[in-house]
C-alpha cells in the first residue's frame, strides 16, 4: 500500500560496489565496469588499495561516501561479507547484492559463515540477494550489476534464476533474438530474499507483463506458493524446474542448498498456483510468446489447418504427446468444408487444405474451425509451395484472428520464401514458428494457462460443507491418546475409527488375540470374514503372509489365525505383532480397489494422493497427487488425470460407481489434513467403490507431535479459505448485514462497490484519481492469498443479490509482525457503525494470524477517517516525509 521495501534493490539512485577491481578478469572489476558503463545514477567504487580505477576516484570505506547510497554490490571474498553488512547497516544501505561464493552451497562451514552474515543483516535491517549470485539487471534504467560481459535489452520479461549461469546462457541467447527483459535476478541460495519475496515486487511492477523462473528447490513453501498464486493472477508465469529426475534432484541439492520435494508434487503446486511449467528453456520462451498473446483458450481442443499433409501429422503427432486433443469438428463444419475444398482434402482434422490452397481457401477454412463450437483454438501451417502466396494468407488470418477470442498460433515453415509472412504474424502480436512442434507446444502453454487459472480461482475452506459436521474434537483426543502412549503408528481399529470421526464409511473391525477370539468375533460378524495381522511394522500385509480371505467356517478361522502368525514370525521375525484384525469379508462384485492416501512431502508438507488400489498400486504407477484444501472441482480434476478414472464409467458388465461418494470420501480425506496437523501419512487401501457407494476395507495411519503454538493450517502450504472470520450483524433498523473474507467471484460487486463510490472516497481510498478498477487492480483485490493478506467485505442483500458496501484489507510487511490496512465505507453507508465493526473484524483476523501492529496513511483532510481512529484508539502523528498524510498504528496486543 506504500512503496515496495525492494524498491531500492529494483531501482536504486546510487550503488557502492564493494571489491571494485582494475584486474580485468575479476567478477569485482567485471560488475564495476558494467556500472560505469551504463547505469543511469551514481556509482562508487570501494577499493582498500586503489585510489581510483579506470579514471575514477574510488574510496577505502563506505564512510567516506558522503553520498546516500541505496544499493550495495559486493564483490569480496566471503569472510569479509558479515563486517561490510555491517558497515552498510550503520549507514542506512537497506539492500545488498553479494556476489561471493563460499557460504552454505560448500558445506557446514560455509552454512555457519552465512548465518553469520544473515544475522548481522536482521540486526541493521539489511536485505541480501544471494550470496552466490550472479547479480541483477534493470534494463531499461541501465542497472546491470552483475558479472556477465554484456547487457540485456529491455523489455517485458522477468527472470528470476537459482542458476547464474543459466542467466548468462540465456542473456547470451536473447540479445541476437531480440528478446527484452524487464529485470534479470539471479537470486542464488537464497540466504535471505526469496522467490516468494521477488515475486511479490513483480506483481506490482508496471515494467513487468510475464515471469520466467528457472528453479532448483525453495526453502519456504507457504511463501513461495502464496507468492506464485498473487503473481499468476495477474501476470503469467513460466517456470522451469531442475531435478525433474532423482539424480537432477541431487544435483541440485548440491547446487543450491534447497529443499527439493518429489517432482509431482511440485507439479501439482505449480498447477494449482497457476503456473505453467515447461521442461526445457526453448519451451520457456515458447511458453512466453505464446502467453504474450492476448486471446487465451477455454479448453484444450485444437483444430489444424495446413496446405501439406506431412507437417499436419507432425503436429497430430505432437498433440497426442501432450495434455491437449484434436478437435472433433462438427458434422456442420464438415459439410461447410466439402462445399469449398478439393475432392482430395483430409476430410477430418487435421484440415489439409492442399498444397495449391489460396489466400481465400485458407481464409474460409481457418474461419469455420475457428466458428466450430467443438475447437478450442486453431493452428494454422504454410509450406512454400510454387502455388502458395505467404505474404497475403498471412495478411488473412491475420485479420480472422482479430475477429475472435480463440487463440490462433501460426507455423510458416521454411526461411527465404517465409520471412515477410512472419513479420506479420510478429507485427500483430500473432504467435508463429518456424516448425510444427514448438506451434503446438505454444498452444498447449495457452490451454494449460487457462485450466491452471481455474485451479487458481479455486478457494476451498479446511470443510467441505457436507452434511455431517466431521468429530474432530473427538478425532485429536484419539491421536493425542496414541502419543501418548509413545506410539506413531494407529492400528487397524483406531485408524478406521479417526476415518469414522470424518464420516468415512470403513468395514467394521475388531483385534483378536488369540484363536479362541478370533473364533467369537467371526461368529458375532457372521461368516465368512477376512483376517488380517496387526502389527504397527507391517504396512504391505500380504507380502508377510498376513491376510486370510473368505473364511467361512469356525475351523477355518481358527486355522488360519494360528497360520498367519507362524506366516509372520517368520517372515517377518522382527516385527512386533498385536494379534489379528477380523471383519467381515466384503463381496462387491461391481467394486473397484482405489488407494486415498496422505504423505508428508520435505517441501509442501501434507498432500493428498489418489491411485488405483489393492496389491497392484505399485505396479500400476498411477499416483496423482493435490494439494489440499480440496473442493468438488479439485477432486475432479484429481480423479480425471489417473488412469484408473477410465475404469470408473460403465465398463464391460459393471455399472458406473457412485461418483459422489468417491469425491466426498476425496473431501473428507481433506478436511482431516486441514484439521489434524499430527496427520503425518495416511493409506485407505482398499476403498472400495462401486454404484452403491464407497468403503474403506483397510486403513494405516501414522502420527507425529506437532509445535504447540502453530498457527492455524501453518503445516500446510495452501491456505484454505478462512470461513471462520464469517460474521453476521444487524444494524438498529433490522438491515442485515455480513462481513466475510472475499472471494474471486466477489469481482462484480467489488467493481461495482468502486464504481458507486463517490469521488472524494475514491480519491481518500486510493489517494489518486480513478474511476474504476482495472482488471489488474480487480484480480489483485479479489483474488487475495489469505495467509499474507486479508479482505474483509460487508454485504447486505439487495433485490435477491448482494451488494457490497465496505471493505477493509491489510497486508502483511516482510517483517511478518506488522501490517498496513485501508478501509472504505460505500458514502450512502456511512456513520452507522460499519467501518469500526469492519475494523474490529479485521484487527481480529490480523491478531489471529500473530501480527502484532497494524499501520496506515489517512490523507490529513479525511476527517471521517481520523476520527475513527481515534475511536479506535490509534496513534495519529503526522508524516515526516508528506505534510498532507497522517501516519496512524495500533498495537493489537493492547
Known amino acids: 500500500m506504500g512503496q515496495h521495501y525492494l524498491t531500492k534493490l529494483f531501482a536504486p539512485r546510487s550503488v557502492a560496489v564493494f571489491g571494485a577491481s582494475d584486474r580485468n578478469e575479476s567478477v569485482g572489476a567485471i560488475v564495476y565496469r558494467n556500472l560505469l558503463n551504463s547505469f543511469q545514477g551514481q556509482v562508487y567504487g570501494i577499493n582498500l588499495k586503489r585510489r581510483e580505477i579506470d579514471g575514477k576516484p574510488t574510496f577505502a570505506t563506505i564512510e567516506e561516501i558522503h553520498q546516500e547510497i541505496d544499493l550495495a554490490v559486493i564483490a569480496t571474498p566471503a569472510s569479509t561479507i558479515a563486517e561490510i553488512i555491517e558497515d552498510c547497516g550503520k549507514h542506512n544501505i537497506q539492500c545488498a547484492v553479494v556476489l561471493s561464493a563460499g557460504f552454505s552451497?560448500?558445506?557446514?562451514?560455509?552454512?555457519?559463515?552465512?548465518?553469520?552474515?544473515?544475522?548481522v543483516a536482521k540486526i541493521y535491517g539489511v536485505r541480501l540477494l544471494g550470496p552466490n549470485c550472479l547479480g541483477i539487471m534493470r534494463p531499461d534504467i541501465g542497472l546491470n550489476a552483475t558479472f556477465y560481459k554484456g547487457d540485456a535489452l529491455p523489455g517485458r520479461l522477468a527472470l528470476v534464476s537459482q542458476s547464474g549461469a543459466l542467466c548468462t546462457a540465456i542473456l547470451d541467447w536473447a540479445h541476437p533474438a531480440g528478446v527484452g527483459f524487464s529485470s534479470v535476478i539471479s537470486i542464488g541460495v537464497l540466504a535471505d530474499i526469496d522467490f516468494g519475496e521477488v515475486l511479490d515486487y513483480l506483481v506490482s511492477d508496471p515494467k513487468t507483463d510475464s515471469i520466467l523462473l528457472y528453479i532448483e528447490g525453495i526453502h519456504y513453501a507457504r511463501s513461495f506458493v502464496s507468492a506464485l498464486?498473487?503473481?499468476?493472477?495477474?501476470?503469467?508465469?513460466?517456470?522451469?524446474?531442475?531435478?525433474?529426475?532423482?539424480?537432477?534432484?541431487?544435483?541440485?541439492?548440491?547446487?543450491?542448498?534447497?529443499?527439493?520435494?518429489?517432482?509431482?508434487?511440485?507439479?501439482?503446486?505449480?498447477?494449482?498456483?497457476?503456473?505453467?511449467?515447461?521442461?526445457?528453456?526453448?519451451?520457456?520462451?515458447?511458453a512466453a510468446k505464446a502467453l504474450a498473446y492476448r486471446h487465451r483458450s477455454s479448453?484444450?481442443?485444437?483444430?489444424?489447418?495446413?496446405?501439406?499433409?506431412?507437417?499436419?501429422?507432425?503436429?497430430?503427432?505432437?498433440?497426442?504427446?501432450?495434455?491437449?486433443?484434436?478437435?472433433?469438428?462438427?458434422?456442420?463444419?464438415?459439410?461447410?468444408?466439402?462445399?469449398?475444398?478439393?475432392?482430395?482434402?483430409?476430410?477430418?482434422?487435421?484440415?489439409?487444405?492442399?498444397?495449391?490452397?489460396?489466400?481465400?481457401?485458407y481464409r474460409q477454412a481457418v474461419?469455420?474451425?475457428?466458428?466450430?463450437?467443438?475447437?478450442?483454438?486453431?493452428?494454422?501451417?504454410?509450406?512454400?509451395?510454387?502455388?502458395?502466396?505467404?505474404?497475403?494468407?498471412?495478411?488473412?488470418?491475420?485479420?480472422?484472428?482479430?475477429?475472435?477470442?480463440?487463440?490462433?498460433?501460426?507455423?510458416?515453415?521454411?526461411?527465404?520464401?517465409?520471412?515477410?509472412?512472419?513479420?506479420?504474424?510478429?507485427?500483430?502480436?500473432?504467435?508463429?514458428?518456424?516448425?510444427?512442434?514448438?506451434?503446438?507446444?505454444?498452444?498447449?502453454?495457452?490451454?494449460?494457462?487457462?485450466?491452471?487459472?481455474?485451479?487458481?480461482?479455486?478457494?476451498p475452506g479446511p470443510l467441505s460443507q457436507q452434511h455431517l459436521e466431521p468429530d474432530i474434537e473427538g478425532a485429536r483426543?484419539?491421536?493425542?491418546?496414541?502419543?501418548?502412549?509413545?506410539?506413531?503408528?494407529?492400528?487397524?481399529?483406531?485408524?478406521?475409527?479417526?476415518?469414522?470421526?470424518?464420516?468415512?464409511?470403513?468395514?467394521?473391525?475388531?483385534?483378536?488375540?488369540?484363536?479362541?477370539?478370533?473364533?467369537?468375533?467371526?461368529?458375532?460378524?457372521?461368516?465368512?470374514?477376512?483376517?488380517?495381522?496387526?502389527?504397527?511394522?507391517?504396512t504391505h500385509k500380504t507380502d508377510a503372509g498376513g491376510v486370510k480371505l473368505g473364511l467361512d467356517n469356525a475351523h477355518a478361522v481358527r486355522a488360519g489365525y494360528n497360520d498367519i502368525i507362524a506366516d509372520v514370525k517368520?517372515?517377518?521375525?522382527?516385527?512386533?505383532?498385536?494379534?489379528?484384525?477380523?471383519?467381515?469379508?466384503?463381496?462387491?462384485?461391481?467394486?473397484?480397489?482405489?488407494?486415498?492416501?496422505?504423505?508428508?512431502?520435505?517441501?509442501?508438507?501434507?498432500?493428498?494422493?489418489?491411485?488405483?488400489?489393492?496389491?497392484?498400486?505399485?505396479?500400476?504407477?498411477?499416483?496423482?497427487?493435490?494439494?489440499?484444501?480440496?473442493?468438488?472441482?479439485?477432486?475432479?480434476?484429481?480423479?480425471?488425470?489417473?488412469?484408473?478414472?477410465?475404469?470408473?464409467?460403465?465398463?464391460r458388465h459393471m455399472p458406473p460407481i457412485d461418483r459422489v461418494a468417491l469425491e466426498n470420501v476425496l473431501l473428507r480425506v481433506s478436511e482431516m489434513v486441514c484439521e489434524l496437523p499430527w496427520l503425518k501419512e495416511m493409506d485407505i487401501n482398499p476403498l472400495i467403490v462401486d454404484e452403491k457407494g464407497a468403503l474403506a476395507?483397510?486403513?494405516?495411519?501414522?502420527?507425529?507431535?506437532?509445535?504447540?503454538?502453530?498457527?492455524?493450517?501453518?503445516?500446510?502450504?495452501?491456505?484454505?479459505?478462512?470461513?471462520?472470520?464469517?460474521?453476521?450483524?444487524?444494524?438498529?433498523?433490522?438491515?442485515?448485514?455480513?462481513?466475510?473474507?472475499?472471494?474471486?467471484?466477489?469481482?462484480?460487486?467489488?467493481?461495482?462497490?468502486?464504481?458507486?463510490?463517490?469521488?472524494?472516497?475514491?480519491?481518500?481510498?486510493?489517494?489518486?484519481?480513478?474511476?474504476?478498477?482495472?482488471?489488474?487492480?480487480?484480480?489483485?483485490?479479489?483474488?487475495?492469498?489469505?495467509?499474507?493478506?486479508?479482505?474483509?467485505?460487508?454485504?447486505?442483500?439487495?433485490?435477491?443479490?448482494?451488494?457490497?458496501?465496505?471493505?477493509?484489507?491489510?497486508?502483511?510487511?516482510?517483517?511478518?509482525?506488522?501490517?498496513?490496512?485501508?478501509i472504505v465505507i460505500a458514502d450512502e453507508w456511512q456513520r452507522r457503525g460499519i467501518g469500526s465493526r469492519l475494523m474490529g473484524c479485521l484487527m481480529t483476523a490480523a491478531r489471529t494470524r500473530g501480527l502484532k501492529l497494524m499501520q496506515g496513511d489517512i490523507l490529513a483532510n479525511n476527517s471521517n477517517m481520523l476520527r475513527l481512529m481515534e475511536i479506535l484508539e490509534f496513534t495519529i502523528k503526522s508524516s515526516d516525509e508528506e505534510p498532507n498524510i497522517k501516519k496512524v498504528q495500533k498495537f493489537l496486543n493492547s
Open 105 to 119: 552451497e560448500i558445506g557446514a562451514k560455509g552454512a555457519a559463515l552465512q548465518k553469520t552474515v544473515t544475522d
Open 229 to 286: 498464486r498473487a503473481a499468476a493472477r495477474v501476470k503469467p508465469v513460466i517456470a522451469v524446474k531442475a531435478g525433474r529426475h532423482l539424480i537432477g534432484r541431487k544435483a541440485a541439492i548440491s547446487h543450491s542448498g534447497a529443499l527439493v520435494g518429489a517432482d509431482d508434487v511440485f507439479d501439482a503446486a505449480l498447477s494449482r498456483a497457476g503456473v505453467v511449467r515447461v521442461k526445457t528453456i526453448a519451451q520457456m520462451f515458447t
Open 299 to 361: 479448453g484444450n481442443r485444437l483444430a489444424i489447418v495446413t496446405n501439406g499433409g506431412g507437417p499436419g501429422a507432425m503436429a497430430a503427432d505432437q498433440v497426442a504427446d501432450l495434455d491437449i486433443l484434436l478437435a472433433d469438428l462438427t458434422p456442420s463444419t464438415i459439410e461447410k468444408l466439402n462445399s469449398f475444398l478439393p475432392p482430395t482434402w483430409s476430410h477430418g482434422n487435421p484440415v489439409d487444405i492442399i498444397g495449391d490452397a489460396t489466400p481465400e481457401r
Open 367 to 459: 474461419e469455420l474451425c475457428m466458428e466450430d463450437p467443438a475447437v478450442d483454438g486453431v493452428l494454422v501451417i504454410l509450406t512454400p509451395q510454387a502455388m502458395t502466396h505467404p505474404e497475403a494468407v498471412a495478411e488473412a488470418v491475420v485479420q480472422i484472428a482479430n475477429k475472435y477470442s480463440k487463440p490462433l498460433v501460426s507455423c510458416w515453415m521454411g526461411n527465404t520464401q517465409i520471412s515477410k509472412g512472419c513479420q506479420i504474424f510478429i507485427q500483430h502480436g500473432i504467435p508463429t514458428f518456424r516448425t510444427p512442434e514448438p506451434a503446438v507446444d505454444a498452444f498447449s502453454y495457452i490451454a494449460a494457462y487457462y485450466q491452471n487459472q481455474k485451479l487458481l480461482m479455486q478457494t
Open 477 to 538: 483426543m484419539l491421536i493425542e491418546s496414541v502419543l501418548a502412549e509413545h506410539r506413531s503408528v494407529l492400528n487397524e481399529v483406531e485408524s478406521k475409527a479417526l476415518l469414522a470421526a470424518f464420516h468415512i464409511p470403513v468395514a467394521h473391525t475388531m483385534i483378536a488375540r488369540s484363536p479362541n477370539e478370533a473364533l467369537l468375533l467371526a461368529e458375532q460378524f457372521g461368516f465368512p470374514v477376512a483376517l488380517k495381522i496387526n502389527s504397527p511394522d507391517i
Open 570 to 651: 517368520r517372515n517377518r521375525p522382527q516385527a512386533h505383532i498385536d494379534g489379528v484384525a477380523i471383519e467381515p469379508m466384503i463381496r462387491k462384485p461391481n467394486g473397484r480397489e482405489l488407494m486415498i492416501g496422505v504423505t508428508h512431502d520435505p517441501t509442501f508438507g501434507p498432500i493428498i494422493t489418489f491411485s488405483a488400489g489393492g496389491v497392484m498400486v505399485e505396479i500400476m504407477s498411477d499416483r496423482f497427487v493435490a494439494l489440499p484444501p480440496l473442493n468438488t472441482y479439485l477432486v475432479r480434476c484429481l480423479i480425471a488425470r489417473t488412469n484408473i478414472a477410465k475404469l470408473l464409467g460403465q465398463f
Open 697 to 822: 476395507v483397510d486403513a494405516r495411519v501414522i502420527v507425529s507431535h506437532v509445535p504447540a503454538f502453530s498457527a492455524p493450517y501453518a503445516h500446510m502450504a495452501i491456505y484454505p479459505y478462512p470461513s471462520h472470520l464469517i460474521t453476521h450483524w444487524q444494524l438498529p433498523d433490522g438491515t442485515d448485514i455480513t462481513i466475510r473474507p472475499i472471494r474471486p467471484e466477489d469481482a462484480e460487486i467489488e467493481q461495482e462497490f468502486v464504481r458507486s463510490l463517490s469521488e472524494e472516497s475514491r480519491f481518500f481510498r486510493f489517494m489518486t484519481t480513478i474511476q474504476e478498477l482495472s482488471p489488474a487492480m480487480l484480480a489483485r483485490f479479489t483474488q487475495i492469498d489469505y495467509d499474507r493478506e486479508m479482505a474483509l467485505i460487508a454485504i447486505t442483500k439487495n433485490i435477491g443479490r448482494e451488494l457490497q458496501i465496505g471493505v477493509a484489507r491489510y497486508a502483511m510487511n516482510p517483517d511478518g509482525e506488522s501490517c498496513e490496512f485501508a
